[in-house]
């Protein structure tokens, strides 16, 4: 996986994750190239718990915004946090620009929420499944459990090509966690 930081780093995201009493469940895929979905997305919470363990791990994950936020002085500190700039009226839209970004890189790890909200949402975006799709990674689905204080690796999702059955699939696994503010999360209708 693509890595970052040092073992000072490493350092102050374990004293962090212990200190919030989180675990970590799973373990990562040998895979160099990923789309990771995280859910389920309900509060400012899940970045300060997440960041955490990025830094314990030593995980670059990278992440989407828009081109327009990459101004001096962050464009610097973003591109090395892991963003990367998109354009959102660019041809061929945004799947496209991502799916490109992988062909660049040797190691690369894009995490996206898939609610695209905090709030709750209807409809879960399908754009992580466009983008994995697209570049012919897979997506590994992580799960923020906030009555067990858990970081889950759920499984490794290799899309089909269906939006529709691969998201009702990938909603299902998600169904059994809960977030920080369940009442935000959305409901699935076919998750069993």
Not at 138 to 143: H, I, M, S, T
Request: charged residues 25%; aromatic residues 12%; proline residues 6%.
């Amino acid at each position: 996986m693509p890595r970052t930081g040092n073992r000072f780093t490493q350092a102050i995201g374990l004293l962090i994750v212990k200190m919030l009493g989180w675990q970590f469940d799973g373990e990562f895929p040998p895979e160099k190239k990923l789309m990771v979905a995280l859910a389920p997305h309900t509060s400012n919470w899940d970045f300060v718990v997440a960041m955490p363990f990025i830094m314990a791990l030593k995980l670059k994950a990278s992440w989407l915004m828009k081109k327009e936020a990459f101004f001096f002085p962050f464009k610097g500190l973003f591109m090395w946090l892991g963003g990367i700039p998109t354009d959102r009226r660019a041809a061929g839209g945004m799947a496209k620009q991502v799916a490109s970004q992988f062909k660049h890189h040797d190691k690369m790890w894009v995490a996206i929420t898939p609610e695209g909200t905090r709030k709750k949402a209807t409809k879960w975006k399908n754009g992580f499944l466009r983008i994995a799709h697209a570049a012919g990674v897979p997506v590994l689905l992580v799960a923020w459990d906030f009555p067990t204080k858990r970081i889950c690796v759920d499984s490794l999702y290799r899309t089909t090509g269906n939006l529709d059955d691969d998201m009702r699939e990938i909603q299902r696994r998600f169904s059994k966690y809960r977030g920080r503010n369940p009442e935000n999360q959305t409901d699935f209708v076919d998750a069993d």
